[in-house]
């Protein structure tokens, strides 16, 4: 028993990454329902609820990944951009979460054609972050390495549309909305969807080093 619990074991790491990035698509598509539905005060309350849903799901996950790397001797990768992958794709989940409840919180009554082009690039974006984390198991193929760094490239790109629209946003509701407390509120939700897409982009330079690093 104690030889076996010496031996050097490896962490299904990447099986557990891909487990999460499904929980960030899951969220990311239900806030977009969400968004879609919101005049349906029950539908938008259902979709709210699968949004938290899948944030717990993802925090179990991550929680998960941090027991197993401090139990694990051997890792695939290093164990720091283990670590810090997880834990940046928490976030994602975190902020997709934060959104919605921020809707909830500050009562928004109706939404802008500048939040569902933000939720529609924080979508997109979530959907290509599942994409790259799918192909970092296998980035020692250079077809795959290629392949990754160029999901990476989209999500950037998606990243910097997100700040041409947020950019505009904020200039047409400082020109436009007469009322202070409807700037206040439209302003903290461009400003937690344009972040969603921010943190995509960092999970996106992490997956970069390791394409880098183990290609």
Known sequence: MLFAKLLPREGNFFAMF?????RIVEAAHAFSNMVAH????EKREGFNREVDNAERAA??????VNRVLHKTFITPIDLEQIHTLINTMDDVADLIQDSAETMALY???HMTEEIVR?????????????DAVALIGNVSDPATADAALK????????ESDADRVMRSAMSRLFREEPDVREVIKLKAVYELLETITDKCEDVANIIEGIVLENS
């Open 151 to 158: 999901t990476c490239e989209e999500i950037d790109r998606l």
């Open 38 to 41: 919101y005049s349906d005060l």
């Open 18 to 22: 891909n487990q999460h990035a499904d």
């Open 107 to 109: 009562d928004v009554r």
């Open 118 to 130: 933000l939720t529609d690039l924080s979508v997109k974006c979530c959907e290509r972050l599942k």
């Open 59 to 64: 925090d179990r996950i991550t929680q998960e």
